[in-house]
């Protein structure tokens, strides 16, 4: 299917408004036409009338003049509101469309995207397709049919002014906007990928400013944003040449248009076909009917940068999850034990496989910790349980019934989680514990915080749980915010808890009191633990140690230690 198609499909709910933008364009034109075309022949009426000394009924024509000026303001302003008011509530739901659909690729299908080029999707992408409604939908229905008209009425008068006078409008409406469109369609393509390409380095630049000062990179980051921007205005610099060009070959076709009238009209003034009232009347209807064509040259160059945002929208938009939902309700879970059975996984694009034949069983309530070296797949098992990927073969059961049963986000529902890396939103503590029971009462919240060993800490600050943590939590260290995200898989009080190196990276202090968190927050849950640290062994009634994928050894922590040897050894670094 065209891009053009599918976006007209898209556009559906808004044909009444579409419709109404191009009525009022319509006879707003039209009031423009007839108010310049009425003026010509009202003041060479007058005067012709004035030096024959013969009296004329002026009401008539002044009234109508009158009324083409009110037609005309009050058009401008009502297609101003229509159109704006449609194109705002098109973009906003154009939003929520790609919203939707971005959604259930994350995190799987999205990893390839830089989120700034997710960015520039969801805002300049979307923005551009409002050009094709105001700039060329409504344009050119508004062009077409008054172009008819216009035809009509050179029509009446003669039918060779009807020929000079559709020419001229066919060159400027037609063929201009087609090398228009030409020309812009290379650079309106980069240019919707540039942006995004630019987006993306001055993000990852301001992300990673402390590393390219630190090993002496900012200037090569520099040039490289220079690059880009200077390709940007390489390419918007043609485009404003090539606008310039067409506006004024418009003009230049709407002079010749009046020319070619002039001169085919005076022979007609000389034998009497017309008068001369009529001729002025249609030199200026012949100028003010390019009004009908002037927008269309820019819409067509502009058409190239639309369809490349169409295009770079679709993309997202048609790609399937990884994991697709159940088609019936998930079942309801009573127990929640957990079982893999010749678990398999490879990530796209080839590699050895990141699971190799894993087989698992932590009943309701107990705890089990999956160790390995770097590499190993540990994450991946997460990731997994988490219905984030599928497996290739194999069967993972939560409760005796298969994940593949259990629709995404009802499983996540029992699921919490609490990794090395917790991700703050820039905004307060309390919003940031509230994700994850929105709505939960202040007692609720700072028990959690409590209980993480948080609350103090919390409560010393100056505006305590309504304190700001900026963008990514940099106000606080790596072990508050990990109290942060216990405090939080206790408020969302799963059943499952999924622990990814909770204590990596702390130190001894923090860590025996993050430990005593975490333990409070296990009991009474079905616990897999990811873990370098042989203290974490403790806490586990078994150990699965992975190697390259492959399970290398399974089962109670002491006889596991003393039995596997080396690979243990590796594994815990
Ligand atoms: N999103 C991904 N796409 C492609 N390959 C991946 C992806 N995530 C992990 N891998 C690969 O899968 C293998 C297992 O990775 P995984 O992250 O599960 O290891 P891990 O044991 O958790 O390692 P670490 O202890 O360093 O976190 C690795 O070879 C890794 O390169």
Known sequence: MSILWRLWILFEPYRNWMLAGTLIALITLLANVALMA????????????????????????????????????????????????????????????????????????LQQFHSG???????????????????????????????????????????????????????????????SQWRGRAPGR???EDEAALRAAVIDGVQGMAELTLYGADARQAQRVDALGRRLIADQERLSSDHGLTQAAVGLSANLSLWMLLWLG????????????????????????????????????????????????????????????????????ERFDIQLRGV?????????????????EVPAGGRAAVIGATGSGKSTLFNLLLRFWEPDHGEIRIGGHPITTIAGEDLRRHIAVVSQQTHLFD???????????????????????????????ISALPEGYDTWVGETGVRLSGGQARRIAVARALLKDAPIL???????????????????????????????????????????????????????????????????????LRALG
């Open 38 to 109: 009425l003026a010509g022949w009202f003041i060479t009426a007058m005067a012709v009338a004035g030096a024959a000394g013969i009296a004329i009924n002026y009401f008539a024509p002044a009234a109508l003049i009158r009324l083409s000026a009110i037609a005309r303001t009050a058009g401008r302003y009502s297609e101003r509101l229509v159109n704006h008011e449609a194109t705002f509530r098109l973009i906003a739901e154009l939003r929520v469309w790609f919203y939707r659909h971005l959604e259930p690729l994350a995190p799987a299908r």
């Open 117 to 179: 080029d997710l960015l520039s999707r969801i805002r300049s992408d979307i923005d551009a397709l409002d050009n094709l409604y105001v700039r060329v939908i409504v344009p050119v229905a508004v062009a077409i049919i008054s172009a008819v008209i216009f035809g009509l009425f050179l029509l009446w008068h003669h039918p060779t002014l009807a020929l000079s006078g559709l020419f001229f409008l066919l060159l400027a409406g037609g063929l201009l906007p087609l090398w």
């Open 190 to 192: 980069r240019l919707a």
């Open 266 to 333: 005076i022979p007609l003034v000389q034998d009497g076909t017309l008068m001369s009232p009529q001729l002025a009347m249609l030199a200026l209807f012949t100028l003010a009917s390019f009004e009908a064509v002037a927008p269309l040259p820019h819409a067509f160059q502009l058409l190239g940068r639309t369809l490349a945002s169409a295009q770079r929208l679709f993309a997202i938009v048609d790609l399937q999850p990884a994991v697709q939902d159940p088609p019936g309700p998930s079942p309801q879970l």
């Open 344 to 360: 398999g996984f490879s990530y796209p694009g080839g590699g050895s496989p990141a699971l190799i034949d894993l087989d698992l």
């Open 427 to 457: 905004t307060t503590i309390r919003e940031n514990l509230l994700i994850a029971a929105p709505g939960a009462p202040s007692e609720t919240v700072e028990e959690a915080c409590r209980i993480a060993q948080i609350h103090d800490f």
């Open 498 to 568: 999924l622990l990814d190196e909770p204590t990596e990276g702390l130190d001894v202090e923090t860590e025996r009191g993050l430990m005593q968190a975490l333990d409070r927050l296990m009991v009474g849950r079905t616990v897999l633990l990811i873990t370098h640290r042989p203290a974490g062994l403790d806490w586990v009634e078994q150990v699965l140690v992975l190697d390259q994928g492959r399970t290398v050894a399974q089962g109670d922590p002491t006889v596991i230690a003393t039995a596997t040897g080396a690979p243990l």
